[in-house]
T-cell receptor, first 112, second 119 residues
Framework: SQQGEEDPQALSIQEGENATMNCSYK?????LQWYRQNSGRGLVHLIL?????REKHSGRLRVTLDTSKKSSSLLITASRAADTASYFC????????????FGKGTRLSVIA | GAVVSQHPSRVICKSGTSVKIECRSL??????MFWYRQFPKQSLMLMAT?????????EQGVEKDKFLINHASLTLSTLTVTSAHPEDSSFYIC???????????????FGPGTRLTVL
């Protein structure tokens, strides 16, 4: 079953603008991860944030986590056409053999 | 970084035939592997979890007799779609988690996926 709900489901912005995607989840987690998937391709791991962390940065990516609200956001700054892809959040309930459970994803289109 | 390969990347088969998809961890030992299925414009849905040397655990609604999973070694898991039908056409993605030795087990490494088309 799916854990997360991303919003918006689809987002279209101009190149250079910032893109913000949100993810909500239902149960307590060990960590939350964001992935990118280009159309018909495999997944690219972007960033992992643990339940005791509130914010992480990686290049143009900024991820926040609010465990009290069971939500996370992914911000892509100064977007580029190459950022066009689907973005998924995925959660791990606790470390060990628990698999990643994916949200429904946000389809981002960056228009040049 | 850790690499997971899948073979084949694309397969077309006739209805009623069986198809085997291989998932290999190339530079690490994967005690646990996961199989996901993704329909067009949808998210990844977990099908099953397999641990090396033991039977796979299937998610609710996934037929274990139709989707046979074998995790015979620490670097190889296979998914066999038996008696495939057009509704089984999908993108199948495997994932491996490194196990043991004090290494970080939080990260799942994903294969590039296999696109199955059943005619």
């Amino acid at each position: 079953s799916q854990q997360g709900e991303e919003d918006p489901q689809a987002l279209s912005i101009q190149e250079g603008e910032n893109a913000t995607m949100n993810c909500s989840y239902k149960t307590s987690i060990n960590n939350l991860q964001w992935y990118r998937q280009n159309s018909g391709r495999g997944l690219v791991h972007l960033i992992l944030i643990r339940s005791n962390e509130r914010e992480k940065h990686s290049g143009r990516l900024r991820v926040t986590l609010d465990t009290s609200k069971k939500s996370s956001s992914l911000l892509i700054t100064a977007s580029r056409a190459a950022d066009t892809a689907s973005y998924f959040c995925a959660t791990v309930f606790y470390s060990g053999n628990t698999p990643l459970v994916f949200g429904k994803g946000t389809r981002l289109s960056v228009i040049a | 970084g850790a690499v997971v390969s899948q073979h084949p990347s694309r397969v077309i088969c006739k209805s009623g035939t069986s198809v085997k998809i291989e998932c290999r961890s190339l530079d690490f030992q994967a005690t646990t592997m996961f199989w996901y299925r993704q329909f067009p414009k949808q998210s990844l849905m977990l099908m099953a979890t397999s641990n090396e040397g033991s039977k796979a655990t299937y998610e609710q609604g996934v037929e274990k007799d139709k989707f046979l999973i074998n995790h015979a070694s620490l670097t190889l898991s296979t998914l066999t779609v038996t008696s495939a039908h057009p509704e089984d056409s999908s993108f199948y993605i495997c994932s491996a988690r490194e196990g043991g030795g004090g290494r970080n087990t939080d990260t799942q490494y994903f294969g590039p996926g296999t696109r199955l088309t059943v005619l």
